[in-house]
Nanobody
Framework: QVQLVEFGGDLVQAGGSLRLSCAAS????????MGWYRQAPGKQREMVAT???????NYADSVKGRFTISRDNAKNTVYLQMNSLKPEDTVVYYC???????????????WGQGTQVTVSS
């Protein structure tokens, strides 16, 4: 069994910074793409940033230049550094990872439980 646990959500003033972390635990053999998504109440979950196993990054236009995704493969962890936060960044953030639990089987996508980020104006 694999679990993704997020840390770092908090209340911050506009213009401030936060760093989210998401660590995978359990039967992790290898990790492929990892990412951060967010979802506001009543809206669809949207991609914020993704990073492949080779380090290629992709960002939503709304966060380009402000957010940076990174990963530490030795720690099975993905990070999201969020700078210049805006009130509209206030939502629940979810991490996501495509994980293989053994050398022969397929990979599956797992989700964290979500962490709340609140940006006050």
């Amino acid at each position: 069994q694999v679990q993704l646990v997020e840390f770092g959500g908090d209340l911050v003033q506009a213009g401030g910074s936060l760093r989210l972390s998401c660590a995978a635990s359990g039967r992790v053999f290898s990790m492929n793409a990892m990412g951060w998504y967010r979802q506001a109440p009543g809206k669809q979950r949207e991609m914020v940033a993704t990073i492949t196993s080779g380090g290629w990054r992709n960002y939503a236009d709304s966060v380009k230049g402000r957010f940076t995704i990174s990963r530490d493969n030795a720690k099975n962890t993905v990070y999201l550094q969020m700078n210049s936060l805006k009130p509209e960044d206030t939502v629940v953030y979810y991490c996501n990872a495509n994980i293989r639990t053994n050398a022969l089987g397929p990979s599956y996508t797992y989700w964290g439980q979500g962490t709340q980020v609140t940006v006050s104006s």
